[in-house]
């Protein structure tokens, strides 16, 4: 089935250092990617679209300078945390859809980010 | 914002039992999905139901959907161990983004 790969799993950075996270879609092309967070034993929030070929579309309160996102082909999203700090940490899950398959959603693993 | 609200949002059972979660949303659907999550891990898709379906079996799921009162729920049935982890249900949303429900954590226990 449809899949959606997402490396690295786990990272620890320092403060003040960037961290480029990716997302890949392994058997379907994807023009429209999502990224969420999620904190410990809390539900997903939906941080921003990612488009191919354009800029990403944010939601409110999530600072665009601070998460850096790139789709630049069908396959590929990648999110950077610049600038990282403690307060950064989480766990990041990217999702992609599947329009040929009904539109269902497939995600990643997740990357658990530790900003010591 | 967030819409989407499962309770209870903590279940704990015996195996063998079954358990029900329900989900209210705020907004009006295309569809609703539901989505299980073991801890530390990504989502794991599974089921869909029109808005335009009432209800919906999977194997031990069975998923109903009511658009008049905005609600789901999701009926595991004979629940085991393995079907401990948290279980989310998600709606789209406008501009074709999926919002996820807080989530219930269900435990099974053996």
């Known amino acids: 089935g449809a899949v959606v790969s997402q490396h690295p799993s786990r990272v620890i950075c320092k403060s003040g250092t960037s961290v480029k996270i990716e997302c890949r879609s392994l058997?379907?092309?994807?023009?429209?990617m999502f990224w969420y967070r999620q904190f410990p034993k809390k539900s997903l929030m939906l941080m921003a679209t990612?488009?191919?070929?354009?800029?990403?579309?944010?939601e409110q309160g999530v600072e665009k300078d601070k998460f850096l996102i790139n789709h630049a082909s069908l396959t590929l999203s990648t999110l950077t945390v610049t600038s990282a700090h403690p307060e950064d940490s989480s766990f990041y899950i990217c999702?992609?859809?599947?329009?040929?398959?009904?539109?269902?959603?497939?995600f990643g693993e997740g990357s658990r980010l530790t900003v010591l | 914002s967030q819409q989407g609200e499962e309770d209870p949002q903590a279940l704990s059972i015996q195996e063998g039992e079954n358990a029900t979660m329900n989900c209210s949303y705020k907004?009006?659907?295309?569809?609703l999905q539901w989505y299980r999550q073991n801890s530390g891990r990504g989502l794991v898709h599974l089921i869909l139901?029109?808005?335009?379906?009432r209800e919906k079996h999977s194997g031990r799921l069975r998923v109903t959907l009511d658009t008049s009162k905005k609600s789901s729920s999701l009926l595991i049935t004979a629940s085991r161990a393995a079907d401990t982890a948290s279980y989310f249900c998600?709606?789209?949303?406008?501009?074709?983004?999926?919002?996820f429900g807080a989530g219930t954590r269900l435990f099974v226990k053996a």
């Open positions: 907004t009006s659907i295309n569809n």
């Open positions: 139901i029109r808005s335009n379906e």
């Open positions: 999702s992609a859809r599947d329009l040929e398959r009904g539109g269902e959603l497939f």
């Open positions: 990612s488009n191919e070929g354009s800029k990403a579309t944010y």
């Open positions: 058997d379907f092309q994807a023009t429209t």
């Open positions: 998600a709606t789209d949303g406008g501009g074709f983004k999926t919002i």
